[in-house]
């Protein structure tokens, strides 16, 4: 059971580290407490607000993290090997399956409330603002769907378009909830997708031009059953997102997953509780089994306090339990208002090195554990849209820096 | 947190409940919520009902379509010991509303239904798959006529055990061979027995044990505690002579090693040392002797298309069989996406559910019709009776293709 | 069957708290044209922020024995005519190391001259029952506390009075009184909409609680009130099945009472000039923590899933010594001592006293206005039902039986689309926030994470003309306020995906401006 490197967590950056590593050639475990937090997106890809969120004149990727504070961690990645992690992602064959198209000034996606969400990527046929300026809109919701906005999407949106309704129709199974992930699944069974269509074409008006559906057209068969859609009504079909967990989320994390299977290994259920570590070096990892795993290398990408890597004590005290890293805590029991107290506890982290490596309170450098997205400090994704972004940033990088580390 | 520590107990399982943050991942995952709306789920069925079971008496049917598979707990990522919960709620429903199913006790039984059946095998056999026998047994004993029912093996492996002899050079290893090798499947068993010989043990067997996990996952834990005090005291007694128990099946394994203390609160030293000194087969060969096979094992000329069973996510150790496989040189190896084949144990065994195993089935099946492999391997018995029904493709646990690679 | 009559006097009650309604049902029931007037949703001041505690009386059987005994009859006077609004589940007094020691002896002897039933329970027994309880405990004695759900009360009660004739105007502000010749005539009220009216009436009743001072002002008169603010955290399940008390003089973090699904701890005690004054500072959680550290070890452990506070109106006596403690029984203000002949204030009390102190209020005001109907507000029952019970779990129990799990948009409290649509056909509501009050959306441990959304595509659906992007986040923000003090453990993981999901996901911001209204009361 010889790993190279160990990877906790199972979020965006895990899998990209995981992914990257076996590009250079090193293999990897990725040891998950469960499942991660970009099943909560809808799928764009989010690598910064650059309107609001930086300083500088330049509003493009990648020279708007010129105008980022020194700490953040687009910063401390380096806006070269931003670039080159967000390109890569996007020219990888795992984007590539569900077609992500990419806009280098950001474009405007719908929000599950029709809120304009400024985006870097969208997956193929994810709903862009520049598809309905003044156009004929049919929304499709299915009957009894409570997951999907519809009416509120109508609402929002319709000062930009030209005539918009919305459609009831029926489920593919009636046997079945009308939540996101049943629906998805019924959409994979179904024998005849183009059957299915038809019935729904008849009652479509004719002066639609766009057709929006509920994010949850397949999990496995997306693709197929979006164009099939597309073909049946000869019109424009696209998906809008639906409450969390989101279906495009789920898409994105079983391509990821089967990538990393094809030559590695994901442990589903496996709960890291300390480290063993010798002369600055972390040795092995301990499961809750106390089970001993090895390896040469530690990338922790669990999630920060969200999903848990970091935890937050009752007195305010916010602690990496694993290897006590130093904190960055902004004081979030200190504050007056609820959004400065979300500010603080959004932007404290693990503070790194810039090779994302963190400090121990005892002052000690490790120097084969990196620490990844939502770990780090001195970044708000919810202000700045920027949690996908510094996930592939930080994820490819460590991946990166590990390489150049076993090298030698 | 609680849940994290080796030994939880009943109390730390309910507790758990708080940790919830209602994110609805476990719903999307859950193998029985996706294809039918007769279960609400298990963020529901589990921390969500478990707030008001605590404070009176619901009469609830719903949580009995749990199939215990484990899956949404492998997914949680706030460590609520959600599958747990569910069958807490089974366990207490028996005890205050309903008797349990006629059915449901018989197989909950399944060492007493083989020592019987075994007395007569081949009469056994005949009655088991008359299709007379089957369409009586559906209509008067509510077993469903579709459920895969293996055949009776008689005595073959305890007549295979009586001819083994001991090596004193050799390491002592414990194998708890289960109902299923002890009356239905001996091949497994004598495979075993094979393949430590020659890894060099002598393997000392403890036959007609029962784990008791049909009794726990179907909430009839009175019953349960017997049989499980008797598995622990005759495992203990083993423990004399060695230090590591192996299993063949993933869900005796796991009940072992989590759900004495998980539901029957045996915190007691001898049952804490037995569950840390039970592993699965494919778990401890892996950690010990992968350089050994690595040398020695030869090219299999087949296909092999290899499901994890849902199960084995619980044991938090990834996928042991795919690792020792890849050892294969030159192996053609697919691996199942399916988190799921549905028999979840005795549940698919009982009339009404048997549908609903069909229908969670459906992609394990689609993927199976895709790969046309001319083995698939799984290491868990009812979900390989369950496969080999429904595809018509021999269905046997890794180490007997692993015994075949090393030619012994 | 209308009791009100057209040839009584037009009273009319300021203030929609428990004494309001208290005020007015009784008035009602006596015949009297009544109409009540609350600026925001019924409850939402300090009836709502308090322990959920429908005390035996015991907390203060020392230090007010007469408050106490009265505490005693009313909490079995209201536990028969609104049992679904009460669970009776019974407390326990206990003693640990650093108590005072002579205060057993007289906590029993004074229960026994405020009749209040008292019984000492071995301490073993006590730890097996409540097993999250110290095991360093001295004393415990067993008394008849109930827990009272304040929400259900006031509905109740705002049901009852509409049923007899009565009216309620809830989102009514009191812009002015019209007084003249020593008498007030009418009161002019503004609507949430703007909409304002001018109410004629023949009395009035003030009975607004902190906010006595300031409607007393109205009319050049005085209330002279000692306004303390109390805070409450909330532990999402049920971590004793009684109520715990300390055996002390009543003081901060004395209180651990069940309340449905979840357990709440209070108090802290803070003088404060402003009956608008909610905002919990953060040294008042880690100290309403330590103080249920002392009684259970393990409760840093335990998830809190929201604070709040509320202000208590306590009415300074005439001759106000700071070191004593207030006393706690009400007092009836008639203020035609001060020139008014028409206006009486009711204060003071709690939750638990407050039909008594509407009976006295009602019964001054039939003195003055010489007529002599006697009270029937204790033999009456608020609910219909004859074997009504609290029952928190019925929500869930209805959806099992009808197995619509679909329909489930609340999913902490299993409230579904069909219960909020009910309840939509049936009041007038402008906001996700009455909505939220009359049926529990949001109130459970993800604190409206999910169904923010949810209601707000039903409020569409139904044509209800909203601001989408005003109301979700109004309605996320203050569910924040108060979800947001206990952001330790799980619950900082419940906040930061309610910010994910809000923000992240959503698109909407909080800022400085929207965040925290002061118009948004509970």
């Not at chain 1, 309905?132 to 769907?145: A, H, S, V």
């Not at chain 1, 499961?287 to 004590?313: E, S, W, Y």
């Not at chain 2, 009586?136 to 579709?146: K, P, R």
Request: charged fraction near 25%.
């Amino acid at each position: 059971m010889n790993t190279d490197v160990i990877i906790v967590g199972a979020e965006l950056d895990a899998f990209i580290a995981s992914i990257r590593l076996q590009e250079l050639g090193y293999t990897s475990r990725v040891l998950a407490n469960g499942q991660g937090s970009y099943l909560y997106s809808s799928g764009n890809i989010k690598v910064l607000d650059f309107k609001e969120n930086n300083n500088s004149d330049n509003k493009t990727f990648p020279f708007f993290i010129e105008g980022l504070p020194s700490a953040h961690p687009y910063k401390l990645i380096g806006k070269d090997n931003v670039k080159q992690a967000i390109e890569w992602f996007f020219n990888h064959q795992i984007s590539n399956k569900l077609r992500y198209e990419y806009f280098e000034t950001n474009t405007f996606t719908i929000s599950p409330i029709g809120l304009k969400i400024p985006s870097y990527g969208l997956y193929f046929n994810q709903i862009n603002f520049e598809n309905i300026y003044n156009k004929d809109i049919t929304i499709i919701k299915f009957q009894n769907q409570k997951d999907f906005h519809a009416e509120l999407i109508a609402q929002s949106i319709k000062q930009y378009v030209n005539t918009i309704e919305i459609l009831n129709v029926v489920q593919p199974d009636t046997n079945q909830h009308s939540d996101s992930s049943s629906l998805a699944i019924s959409f994979d069974n179904l024998s005849s997708p183009d059957n299915y269509f038809f019935n729904i074409n008849k009652k479509i008006n004719k002066k639609t031009s766009v057709v929006i559906f509920p994010a949850v057209l397949g999990l496995n068969k997306y693709m197929e059953i979006i164009r099939c859609a597309e073909k049946t009504f000869s019109k424009k079909c696209f998906e809008a997102p639906t409450l969390p967990p989101s279906i495009p989320g789920i898409r994105l994390n079983k391509i990821l997953e089967r990538e990393v299977l094809k030559k590695n290994y994901i442990h589903r259920g496996s709960h890291i509780l300390k480290a063993n570590i010798e002369n600055n070096k972390c040795l092995s990892v301990v499961d809750n089994f106390k089970r001993i795993i090895k390896a040469r290398a530690f990338i922790f990408a669990n999630g920060g306090i969200l999903m848990g890597g970091i935890k937050v004590k009752s007195n305010g005290e916010i602690v990496e339990e694993i290897f006590d890293s130093k904190i960055q805590n902004n004081n979030h029991t200190k504050c007056e208002k609820s959004y400065e107290t979300l500010n603080a506890l959004q932007t404290s982290g693990v503070l790194t090195d810039n090779k994302l490596k963190p400090i121990s309170n005892s002052n000690n450098q490790l120097e084969n554990v990196f620490f990844t997205g939502r770990n780090l400090s001195n970044w708000n994704p919810s202000l700045e849209l920027s949690g996908e972004g510094v996930s592939i940033a930080s994820g490819w990088y460590s991946a990166n820096n590990i390489s150049s580390y076993l090298h030698d | 947190m609680i849940i994290n520590s080796y030994q939880p107990t009943s109390e730390d399982i309910l507790k758990s409940m708080d940790n919830c943050t209602k994110c609805g991942i476990c719903n999307s995952y859950c193998p029985v919520s996706n294809v039918t709306n007769q279960f609400p789920g298990p963020k529901y069925s589990g921390p969500q009902t478990q707030r008001f079971r605590s404070l009176e008496d619901l009469v609830e049917i719903s949580p009995e379509l749990c199939n215990g598979c484990g899956v949404c707990t492998s997914v949680c990522p706030n460590e609520v010991a959600i599958t747990d919960i569910i069958t807490h709620a089974k366990s207490n429903l028996n005890n205050k509303n309903k008797k349990i199913s006629f059915v449901q006790t018989l197989l909950n039984r399944p060492d007493t239904i083989g020592k019987l059946g075994n007395i007569f095998p081949a009469l056994s056999n005949f009655i088991l798959h008359n299709s007379f026998f089957r369409y009586f047994a559906s209509q008067f004993f509510h077993l469903d006529s579709n459920a895969p029912l293996p055949n009776f093996h008689g005595k073959k492996f305890k007549k295979f055990l009586e001819k083994i002899k001991i090596d004193s050079n050799k390491k002592n290893i414990i194998y708890f061979s289960g109902c299923a090798v002890d009356n239905y499947d001996s091949e497994v068993g004598i495979a075993v027995i094979k393949l430590m010989s020659n890894l060099g043990y002598n393997v000392i067997t403890n036959t007609d044990l029962c784990c008791s996990l049909p009794m726990l996952s179907s909430g009839e834990w009175d019953a349960a505690i017997n049989r499980s005090k008797k598995l622990i005291k005759s495992l203990s007694r083993s423990l004399d002579l060695a230090e590591i128990i192996i299993s063949t099946s993933t869900s005796c394994s796991l009940t072992i090693k989590k759900k004495y203390s998980a539901y029957l609160n045996f915190t007691d030293p001898k049952s804490a040392q037995i569950s840390q000194s039970t592993k699965d087969i494919c778990e401890y060969i892996l950690e010990k002797h992968t350089d050994l096979l690595a040398k020695r094992m030869k090219p299999i000329d087949k296909k092999i298309f290899y499901h994890g069973p849902c199960q084995l996510r619980s044991h938090g150790i990834g996928q042991p069989a795919v690792e020792l496989l890849r050892l294969i040189p030159k192996i053609s190896l697919s691996l199942s996406e399916a988190d799921c084949c549905g028999i979840g144990g005795t549940y698919g065994y009982v009339k009404g559910r048997n549908e609903i195993s069909e229908l969670i089935g459906r992609s394990l099946s689609e993927q199976i019709k895709f790969h046309k492999p001319d083995v698939i391997l799984c290491d868990s018995e009812t979900c390989r009776w369950n496969i080999e029904k429904n595809s018509g493709i021999k269905t046997l646990h890794p180490i007997q293709i692993i015994l075949e690679s090393l030619n012994v | 069957m209308s009791k009100t009559n057209k040839n009584m006097p037009k009273i009319i009650v300021i203030g929609g708290g428990a004494t309001g309604c208290g005020v007015a049902r009784d008035l009602v029931l006596r015949g009297y044209q009544t109409t009540l007037i609350e600026f925001g949703d019924l409850g939402s001041g300090t009836t709502s922020r308090f322990h959920g505690m429908l005390q035996s009386g015991a907390r203060y059987v020392v230090s007010d024995t007469p408050y106490a005994a009265e505490c005693f009859r009313e909490r079995e006077t209201i536990s028969k005519i609104a049992p679904e609004a009460v669970e009776l589940i019974g407390g326990l007094f206990i003693s640990l190391p650093n108590d005072p020691e002579d205060y057993p002896e007289k906590f029993i002897k004074c229960c026994e001259i405020a009749k209040i039933p008292c019984q000492e329970i071995q301490i073993d027994e006590v730890l097996k029952k409540e097993k999250e309880l110290s095991n360093n405990i001295l004393r415990a004695f067993q008394v008849p506390d109930a827990v009272i759900n304040s929400w259900q009360l006031v509905n109740l009660l705002a049901k009852d009075i509409k049923a007899n004739g009565g009216e309620v105007l809830t989102n009514h502000k009191v812009v002015s009184i019209k007084q003249h010749n020593n008498l007030v005539k009418s009161v002019e009220v503004i609507e949430k909409n703007g909409f304002k009216k001018i109410l004629e009436c023949d009395c009035i009743i003030n009975a607004s609680g902190p906010w006595s001072g300031k409607i007393a002002k109205l009319v050049d008169q005085e209330v002279e009130l000692q306004l303390t603010k109390g805070s409450v955290m909330v532990f999402s399940h049920r971590i004793v099945s009684q109520a715990i008390n300390r055996c002390r003089i009543p003081s901060s973090n004395d209180i651990m009472c069940p309340s449905g699904t979840v357990c709440l701890w209070g108090t802290t005690s803070e003088i404060v000039n402003d009956p608008d004054t909610t905002k919990i500072r953060p040294e008042e959680i880690q100290e309403l923590l330590i103080g249920a550290e002392e009684l259970f070890p393990k409760i840093k452990n335990y998830r809190s899933f929201r604070a709040w506070a509320g202000v208590r109106p306590l009415v300074k006596p005439k001759n106000f010594d700071k070191n004593i403690p207030l006393p706690r029984s009400h007092s009836v203000i008639d203020h035609s001592e001060n020139g008014l002949k028409n206006f009486l204030t009711v204060c003071g009390g709690s939750l638990t006293t407050h039909r008594s102190m509407a009976e006295d209020v009602v019964n001054k005001l039939g003195n003055k206005l010489g007529i002599n109907i006697p009270c029937s507000t204790d033999t009456i029952p608020i609910s219909n039902s004859k074997n009504a019970k609290w029952t928190p779990s019925s929500y869930f129990q209805k959806i099992e039986n009808q197995k619509n799990f679909n329909d489930v948009v609340c999913e902490c409290e299993a409230i579904t689309k069909t219960d909020i649509e009910e309840i939509m056909k049936n009041e007038n509501l402008f906001d996700f926030h009455d909505i939220r009050r009359r049926i529990r959306v949001g109130f459970g441990p993800c604190q409206g994470t999910f169904c923010n959304s949810r209601l707000a595509e039903i409020v569409v659906n139904h044509k209800i003309d909203i601001d989408i992007k005003k109301s979700i986040l109004n309605f996320w923000s203050e569910r924040l306020k108060g979800s947001i003090r206990t952001s330790y453990g799980d619950q900082a993981k419940q906040i930061l995906l309610s910010d994910y999901i809000h923000q992240e996901n959503f698109g909407l911001r909080l800022t400085e401006e929207n965040s925290e209204k002061d118009d948004i009361r509970a």
